[in-house]
């Protein structure tokens, strides 16, 4: 049992910061840098990138909408060549950031209603692919078990990964509940290690419903901007370390 763990970081912007980037590095063997749509701007990226280059973690280009003012969770409709563009721009730039630090850029996670989106938008899907295959085809794209991305980056050669979300809520077919709705983010901390050891050790989460629903992933997400992250994201490596899960980046 191999499993990556990863997390939302570099989501300050300016003097308003956000999460515990550093503690959180000890932690994660995978960080998604924000890429300064949804959050982040050049000096928390360069800083986030070298801490993550320090500690041997592996960097995550989270590409979002842009939409700071929404922190990159209102969905929004954008013209295929606009959005292709505008991850093409945020991608390039966290990876020279990154690679500045002595690192690069090993992967793309979409961020809030742009990955939510793109797991049933073919057309929104294509866009983003497009602009990781225009990039670099070899870096692979995480996503949700199921979703439509895996078929597209299939017929353009891009890798895909499957994660899963300790923290947060799953319907019957296995989509996220959506933020809106009461329950979505799981904030106790022992629930949240134990979806995570049930994810990593039997490939099921239990739904909103009850019913367990098969989720085959090889990285575990933990949301750096919830409260208690830390402790939380620590939680979760202690629990996954003691069933003898191997934690592992996959990139």
Not at 27 to 56: E, K, L, Q
Not at 156 to 161: F, H, I, K, M, Q
Not at 228 to 234: E, H, M, S, T, W
């Amino acid at each position: 049992m191999v499993i990556d763990l990863n997390a939302d970081l570099g989501e300050g912007f300016g003097i308003w910061k956000l999460g515990e980037d550093l503690a959180l590095l000890d932690i994660v063997t995978s960080a998604n840098v924000a890429c300064g749509f949804h959050a982040g701007d050049p000096v928390t990226i360069r800083r986030t990138c070298a801490a993550a280059v320090d500690r041997g973690v592996a960097i995550g280009a989270q590409v979002s909408y842009r939409d700071l003012a929404h922190f990159g969770r209102r969905e929004m409709d954008v013209e295929p060549e606009e959005l292709c563009a505008e991850v093409l721009y945020q991608l390039a730039a966290v990876d020279g950031i990154a690679r500045a630090m002595g690192g690069r850029v090993a992967y793309v996670k979409p961020h809030g209603a742009l990955y939510n989106r793109i797991c049933r938008d073919e057309q929104q899907a294509a866009a983003v692919i497009e602009a990781v295959a225009d990039y670099d085809p070899s870096l692979p794209v995480l996503t949700l078990p199921g979703s439509v991305v895996h078929k597209v980056a299939a017929a353009e050669g891009v890798p895909t990964v499957s994660e899963a979300f300790a923290d947060r809520a799953y319907t019957p077919q296995g989509m996220l509940v959506p933020r809106r709705e009461r329950g979505a983010v799981i904030h106790d901390a022992a629930t949240v290690s134990a979806r995570a050891c049930q994810m990593a050790v039997e490939g099921s989460v239990t739904a909103a419903d009850g019913s367990s629903v098969p989720i085959a992933a090889r990285s575990i997400c933990v949301h750096g901007d919830t409260p208690d992250a830390v402790r939380l994201a620590q939680g979760v490596r202690d629990t996954l370390l003691a069933a003898g899960v191997v934690l592992q980046a996959f990139a």
